[in-house]
């Protein structure tokens, strides 16, 4: 198993492009490919986009933003489009790419992560604590969790 860093591994930067876009269509692809290769070359800590890969497969996918397309614009980092392939669902994998980004995040010291979802019961267990709702700019609103580094 095997957490890849697009920006330390910037030959992985199509496939990420790809990957992200498939797996979350509702999303411009243009968001993805724009965010992704300026993200290579940033010279802020942030954004970071990461793919999980198992047996030279690529199984999922997290990224680490500004912000979630959320209200909430005071807090910051974000775990994002956090994402495991159906068939590998419900091993823990999608803990993986969180720890990344929770070293990531502590590493560019920040005291918090942040994520924002509409499932209750998985982040808990990953210590995230929930804070609050918060509203995205289409008018739909999503659970706000923070995790302390």
């Known amino acids: 198993m095997k957490v890849i860093s697009i ?9 990420a492009i790809k990957y992200f876009q498939t797996k979350w269509p509702g999303v411009l692809p243009i968001i993805y490919e724009d965010c ?3 993200s290579i070359n940033a010279m802020n800590p942030l954004p970071q986009w990461y793919l999980l890969e198992k047996e030279a497969e ?3 996918c997290a990224g680490l933003i500004t912000n979630d397309f959320i209200s909430r614009m005071d807090l910051y980092p974000w775990v994002c489009a956090i994402y495991i392939e159906e ?3 419900g091993n823990n994998f999608g803990s993986i790419l ?3 980004a929770k070293t990531d995040s502590k590493k560019a ?5 942040y994520l924002s ?5 998985y982040y808990e267990k990953l210590g995230f604590e929930y804070i609050g709702q918060g509203y995205h700019p289409w008018g739909e ?3 706000i969790y923070q995790c302390k580094l």
């Open 117 to 121: 979802t509409d499932h209750i019961g």
């Open 58 to 60: 690529i199984i999922g």
């Open 109 to 113: 010291n920040f005291e918090y992560l």
């Open 87 to 89: 068939k590998h669902r």
């Open 98 to 100: 969180i720890d990344k």
């Open 36 to 38: 992704i290769n300026h």
């Open 7 to 15: 920006r330390e591994n910037p030959e992985y930067k199509d496939e």
């Open 141 to 143: 609103e999503s659970r």
